[in-house]
């Protein structure tokens, strides 16, 4: 038996870095299929959160600035809410179907 432990000056790469694979076996190499494009759901799915999301985005900061003034904080403020209630369907959008509702699955 050889010893295979490495001295401590020796210079040593990992066969992973210089070829992919790195294992000794030169075999025909890891065929993997190209990756599916996706669905109509998937497509309509991303499509509505990209919408919530700039909808959302768009009424949150219209609230903030409308309230700069006395006046502009009476239409602001429920702006700010809707903002923050679209958001909040954003997220129960792209949760949907998983099973904690903390974790967003992904497209």
């Known amino acids: 038996m050889t010893d295979r432990r490495l001295a401590k000056n020796t210079d040593w790469v990992e066969p992973e870095l210089i070829e992919p694979g790195g294992g000794p076996a030169r075999g025909g190499g890891f065929y993997a299929p190209p990756p599916q494009s996706p669905g109509l759901l998937t497509r309509l799915k991303v499509l ?21 003034t006395v006046i502009g904080a009476i239409i602001g403020i429920p ?26 699955r992904r497209f």
């Open 48 to 68: 509505a959160a990209a919408g919530l999301g700039l909808a959302a985005l768009a009424l949150l900061a219209l609230g903030a600035l409308l309230t700069s």
């Open 79 to 104: 702006l700010m809410l809707a903002g923050a209630a679209l958001f909040f369907t954003l997220f129960k959008l792209l949760s949907l179907g998983s099973r904690s509702s903390f974790i967003i």
